[in-house]
Structure formats: C-alpha cells, structure tokens
C-alpha cells in the first residue's frame, strides 16, 4: 500500500525567509504523480503545486518549488520569500494510477503546520 | 458561482438524525470524490464517482450513503451516525478520470460535522 510521511508535524518561520517542507513516500508504482496543498485556517483545500514522477524537472510555481528525487521517494516543497498569507496546514499527497474504472486515488500525508511570524 | 461548493458549511446533529450534505462543482469536471478530515488522522478517502457512476468505496460504513445524480452534483446522506463521524468532509472534483491523464482534483471548503 502506498504510504506518505511528513516528518515535520509544525514549522515556524520569519516572514520573508526561505522553508523548505519534507515529504517522503513508499509506493511500487513507476508512474504516479505528487501533490503539495495548502488548508489555511478557512480549511479550504488549495493545490500549491504538482509534480509528474516522469519528469525529471523539479516543477515550479512562482515562490514555490520541489524537490523530487524519484529513487529516494522524496519531495520536498521550498517556499522562497515566506508571506503571511502562506500560513496554513500543508499536505504532500501521492495519486495512484488510473485503475480500469478511472477512479483516482489521493493518499494524503498527515500534514505540516507552517506559521509564517511577522 | 466558481469552482466547487458545499453546503452547508456546518451541520450539527443527533445520533437518530438524518441530513444531507451537498458538492456542486462547476468545473465540467465528470469525476467527483468525498474525503473525511478527523483531528490527528490524515484525509481519507470515501467514495469515488466518475461519470455518475460509483468507482470507489473505501469501505465506509452503511450509516453514510452517497448519491451521484449527475457528474455535477454529489451528495452523502447520513443517518443514524455516531460521534466519532464528527469530522471535516470535504469534496472534491477532476476531470475525466477515465480519459488515461491523471487529473488535478479540486476541493471544497468543506462541511464540518458535529454529532451529538
């Protein structure tokens, strides 16, 4: 069964610094894809950023960004110049390939408490 | 109205109650999930549709019971739950489960359940 760790139940940073967020996972899979979302304080669910396991290139998006190494099972996500607003329960989450019904399944980490401090 | 909804976004109720929560998401995405959020447990899969039809169910107790009338609409229907089904049920959608490409799936803001 595919398993996701998140070592870091809470982190705490100064606003502008740079976090770095762990993640690793145990699958059999060759082909899957990996999430990061955010859940802010209004508990909405919000994809951060997505990485195919095919890809080699760390994906990006805008502050933040991965980093993937497919032969540990790591992915870990950076966010580069911290902002109030990016204080929020962060999820690493593992999706299984399409099974024959074309169900999809997310399997969540238990999630990382950022508190970005002014 | 964008994205994907619930409601209602808090629902307080008795062991011998039933009630209805309700997903629209209006994406024009045909799959459509439920997840359970517990205090300390990781987000849990429940139940899975895709074009309308039940793909998934993760061996979720009787007592919860979802409807799929069509691939924008999805409710779970509880009766007689117990206290520890209080929790954080959140939906979510994607697109075209079936087409091969594993899609992005896309959250409510939840409904957050109290039984009593």
């Known amino acids: 069964a595919q398993t996701v760790t998140q070592s870091q139940p809470e982190m705490s940073v100064q606003e502008a610094e740079t976090v770095t967020l762990s993640c690793t996972y145990d699958?059999?899979?060759?082909?899957?894809?990996l999430f990061w979302y955010k859940q802010p304080p209004s508990r909405q669910m919000i994809l951060v950023i997505r990485q195919e396991a095919y890809k080699q290139q760390n994906a990006t998006e805008n502050r933040f960004s991965v980093n993937f190494q497919k032969a540990a099972k790591s992915f870990s996500l950076k966010i580069s110049d911290s902002q109030l607003g990016d204080t929020a329960m962060y999820f690493c989450a593992f999706m299984k390939p399409l099974m024959i019904q074309g169900a999809q399944k997310l399997v969540f980490g238990q999630g990382t408490r950022l508190t970005i401090n002014p | 109205e964008t994205g994907v909804t619930q409601t209602p976004r808090h629902l307080v109720m008795g062991m011998t109650n039933k009630k209805s929560l309700k997903c629209e998401q209006h994406?024009?995405?045909?799959?459509m999930y439920w997840y359970k959020q517990s205090a300390k447990k990781p987000l849990e899969l429940m139940f899975v549709y895709n074009f309308k039809e039940q793909t998934e169910n993760n061996s979720v107790p009787s007592r919860f019971s979802p409807e799929c009338p069509n691939s924008s609409h999805l409710f779970l229907h509880l009766h007689t739950l117990q206290p520890e089904d209080s929790a954080l049920y959140l939906c979510a959608s994607s697109q075209d489960a079936a087409s091969g490409y594993q899609e992005t799936q896309y959250f409510g803001p939840g409904t957050r359940l109290l039984v009593l």
């Open positions: 994406l024009g995405h045909n799959a």
């Open positions: 699958t059999s899979e060759s082909n899957y894809y």
